[in-house]
C-alpha cells in the first residue's frame, strides 16, 4: 500500500478536531500539522498521538513549521483563518482570510504540485476561488467543505420533528445565508421531506439550516462550530484516500454546469482519489434555481470584491 500523508495547516479548534479524528480512523500513514501558533501545535500533536496510540491506529502525528514538508502530502487541509464573532457574518472574514489563504497557497504550491486541496475557511466559496487562482491547479483539485456540514444540520433539524429514522439532506449553493436546500431530494426512508414534514414544519426546518452556523456562534461567543465541520471534512478525507466515489455536496467552481462558470458554489460531486470526478447536475425545481442563482450573485459579490483589491 502506499504511504498516504495529509497535511493540516491552522490547528486551531476545527483543524485540531480533523487531526483526532483522522487519527483515530486509522486510514492514513502520516498528519502534519502547521499553524503560527508552534507550542500549541506541538501540544496538539502530542496529544493526539497519545490518543492514537491507545487505539493502536498506525497515524503518526507531527508539528512542523516549513511549508517544504508538505512536498509529499497526497491532500492538505486549509483551515488557517479567523472565525467569526457574534454580529458578524461570514463574508466580514472576506479581506483578513483571503490573505491568509493566499500566503499559506503560495506557500504549498512551493513545494507540491500533486495534492489535493480541502479548503475550510470562511467565506468559503470564496476562500476556495482564492486557492484555485493562487494554485492555478484545476477545479478537481480544489475543493471546499459546506455542503455536508449544512445538509448535516438540516437532517438534525428534521430528526428533531421525526425522530430517530433515517434521513439524507441535500444542501447545495454558497455557504451563506442564501443556501439551497433540495426538498425532493432530501429524503426520510427513502421518501422526499415534502410527503413527510407540511410546509409550516419545512420552512422552520429550512430557517435553523440557515441559521445553524450563526447559532452556535451567538452561543459560543468567540468563534464558531467544529464538531460538525470536522466531520464534514472527515467524509471527504475518506472518500479520497479511499477512492470511495461518493457523492457528496462540495464547493467547486462551475465551468458552465447549472448554467453559470467562473464561479465556486455547493453542488454534489462524485469524490475519489483524483479529487471532485464529476459534477452532478441535479434537476432544479423554478423556485431552487432562482434560490440557486440569488446564492451564486452573492457569492460573485464576494469575488468581485477580491479582485477589485486586488487591482488596487
Ligand atoms: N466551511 C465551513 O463550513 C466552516 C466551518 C467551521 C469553520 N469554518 C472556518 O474555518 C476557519 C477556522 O475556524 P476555527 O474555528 O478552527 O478557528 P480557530 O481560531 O480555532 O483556528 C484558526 C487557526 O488558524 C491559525 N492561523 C491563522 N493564520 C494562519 C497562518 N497564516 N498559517 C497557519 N495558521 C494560521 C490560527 O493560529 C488558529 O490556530 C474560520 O475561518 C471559520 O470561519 C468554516
Ligand atoms: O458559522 C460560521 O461562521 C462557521 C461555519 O461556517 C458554520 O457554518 O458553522
Same mark, same amino acid.
Given at each position: 500500500?502506499?504511504?498516504?500523508?495529509?497535511?493540516? %495547516?491552522?490547528?486551531?479548534?476545527?483543524g485540531?478536531?480533523i487531526? /483526532?479524528?483522522?487519527? !483515530?480512523?486509522?486510514?492514513c500513514?502520516e498528519?502534519?500539522?502547521?499553524? !503560527?501558533?508552534?507550542?500549541?501545535?506541538k501540544?496538539? $500533536?502530542?496529544?493526539?498521538?497519545?490518543?492514537?496510540?491507545? @487505539?493502536?491506529?498506525?497515524?503518526?502525528?507531527?508539528?512542523?513549521? *516549513?511549508?517544504?514538508?508538505?512536498?509529499?502530502?497526497?491532500?492538505?487541509?486549509?483551515?488557517a483563518?479567523v472565525?467569526?464573532?457574534?454580529?458578524?457574518?461570514?463574508?466580514?472574514?472576506?479581506?483578513?482570510?483571503?490573505?491568509?489563504?493566499?500566503?499559506?497557497?503560495?506557500?504549498?504550491v512551493? /513545494?507540491n504540485?500533486?495534492?489535493?486541496?480541502?479548503?475550510?475557511?470562511?467565506?468559503?466559496?470564496?476562500m476556495?476561488?482564492?486557492?484555485?487562482?493562487?494554485?492555478?491547479w484545476?477545479?478537481n483539485?480544489?475543493?471546499?467543505?459546506?455542503?455536508?456540514?449544512?445538509?448535516s444540520?438540516? $437532517?438534525?433539524?428534521?430528526?428533531k420533528?421525526?425522530?430517530?429514522?433515517? %434521513?439524507?439532506a441535500?444542501?447545495?449553493?454558497?455557504?451563506?445565508?442564501?443556501?439551497?436546500?433540495?426538498?425532493k431530494?432530501? *429524503?426520510v426512508?427513502?421518501?422526499?421531506?415534502?410527503? #413527510?414534514l407540511?410546509?409550516n414544519?419545512?420552512?422552520?426546518?429550512?430557517?435553523?439550516? *440557515?441559521?445553524g452556523?450563526?447559532?452556535? #456562534?451567538?452561543l459560543?461567543?468567540?468563534? =464558531?462550530? /467544529?464538531?460538525a465541520?470536522?466531520?464534514?471534512?472527515?467524509?471527504?478525507?475518506?472518500?479520497i484516500?479511499?477512492?470511495?466515489? %461518493?457523492?457528496l455536496p462540495? $464547493?467547486?467552481?462551475?465551468e458552465g454546469?447549472f448554467?453559470?462558470?467562473?464561479?465556486?458554489?455547493?453542488v454534489?460531486?462524485i469524490?475519489?482519489k483524483s479529487g $471532485?470526478k464529476?459534477?452532478?447536475e441535479k434537476?432544479?425545481?423554478?423556485?431552487?434555481?432562482?434560490q440557486?442563482?440569488s446564492?451564486?450573485? =452573492? @457569492? *460573485?459579490?464576494?469575488?468581485?470584491?477580491?479582485e477589485?483589491?486586488s487591482?488596487?
Amino acid at each position: 500500500m502506499r504511504y498516504k500523508k495529509v497535511g493540516i %495547516v491552522g490547528v486551531g479548534n476545527v483543524g485540531s478536531t480533523i487531526a /483526532y479524528n483522522l487519527a !483515530l480512523k486509522n486510514i492514513c500513514d502520516e498528519i502534519l500539522l502547521k499553524d !503560527l501558533r508552534e507550542d500549541f501545535t506541538k501540544a496538539m $500533536a502530542l496529544d493526539i498521538s497519545q490518543a492514537a496510540s491507545s @487505539v493502536n491506529s498506525k497515524t503518526l502525528i507531527q508539528d512542523i513549521t *516549513k511549508d517544504e514538508e508538505f512536498k509529499a502530502c497526497d491532500i492538505v487541509v486549509i483551515t488557517a483563518g479567523v472565525p467569526r464573532k457574534p454580529g458578524m457574518s461570514r463574508d466580514d472574514l472576506l479581506y483578513t482570510n483571503a490573505k491568509i489563504m493566499n500566503t499559506i497557497v503560495q506557500n504549498i504550491v512551493k /513545494y507540491n504540485e500533486d495534492a489535493i486541496l480541502i479548503i475550510v475557511s470562511n467565506p468559503l466559496d470564496a476562500m476556495v476561488y482564492t486557492a484555485l487562482k493562487v494554485s492555478k491547479w484545476t477545479r478537481n483539485r480544489v475543493i471546499g467543505m459546506a455542503g455536508i456540514l449544512d445538509s448535516s444540520r438540516m $437532517a438534525h433539524f428534521i430528526k428533531k420533528k421525526i425522530g430517530n429514522k433515517k %434521513v439524507e439532506a441535500m444542501v447545495l449553493g454558497g455557504h451563506g445565508d442564501e443556501m439551497v436546500p433540495l426538498i425532493k431530494e432530501t *429524503k426520510v426512508e427513502g421518501v422526499s421531506l415534502d410527503e #413527510v414534514l407540511n410546509e409550516n414544519e419545512i420552512n422552520d426546518v429550512l430557517e435553523k439550516t *440557515k441559521n445553524g452556523g450563526l447559532e452556535i #456562534v451567538k452561543l459560543l461567543k468567540n468563534g =464558531s462550530a /467544529y464538531y460538525a465541520p470536522a466531520q464534514g471534512v472527515i467524509l471527504m478525507l475518506e472518500a479520497i484516500l479511499e477512492n470511495k466515489e %461518493v457523492i457528496l455536496p462540495c $464547493a467547486v467552481k462551475l465551468e458552465g454546469e447549472f448554467g453559470y462558470e467562473n464561479v465556486v458554489t455547493g453542488v454534489p460531486i462524485i469524490l475519489g482519489k483524483s479529487g $471532485a470526478k464529476k459534477i452532478i447536475e441535479k434537476q432544479l425545481t423554478k423556485k431552487e434555481k432562482e434560490q440557486f442563482s440569488s446564492s451564486i450573485s =452573492s @457569492v *460573485k459579490t464576494l469575488i468581485d470584491k477580491l479582485e477589485e483589491n486586488s487591482s488596487n
